[in-house]
């Protein structure tokens, strides 16, 4: 099996996961931990799915691949993301998500207000998640895993 196809069945696999949480676990359970586990699935349903069309142009010699992932994004969104139909709209959510989730790695304090989780930076500003949110990311991965899927068979 070829490096691309896992990381696409990696993509898959957690997108499921995050989907299930948000659709049926949480609508139950109502807990903060849910929604920041289903934004970390998303997080590596994302970045399976740019390795995947990275590595599949790199197979077909489109692209040049490098050691530093910053670079590898890089390429990503200025060569493989318009060939497969990404529009900027959706270039500016991945690129929105992914520093969502980069703060929220970096924040010294997250709690929940009324449904949000509010993630502080060191310099006091404030980003809130909701599950529409979350919802609206996870739709984001869905609509890029299948077209990867339709051009990477």
Not at 34 to 41: F, V, W
Not at 95 to 116: A, N
């Amino acid at each position: 099996m070829e490096k691309y196809q896992e990381h696409l069945e990696n993509a898959i696999k957690n997108m499921r996961i995050a989907d299930h949480i948000v659709y049926i676990t949480y609508p139950v359970v109502r807990d903060k931990r849910l929604l920041l586990s289903s934004i970390n699935k998303i997080y590596e349903s994302l970045l399976s799915v740019i390795n995947a069309i990275l590595q599949y142009d790199y197979l077909w010699k489109r692209i040049k691949l490098y050691e530093n992932a910053k670079d590898n994004f890089r390429v990503f969104l200025e060569k493989s993301g318009p060939r497969y139909g990404l529009t900027s709209q959706e270039i500016t959510k991945i690129i929105e998500f992914i520093s969502l989730v980069e703060t929220h790695k970096k924040s010294p304090i997250e709690f929940l207000r009324r449904e949000k989780i509010v993630i502080m930076t060191d310099n006091l500003q404030t980003k809130t998640i909701d599950i529409e949110l979350i919802k609206s990311y996870l739709s984001l991965v869905k609509s890029l895993i299948a077209k990867a899927r339709f051009l990477l068979k």
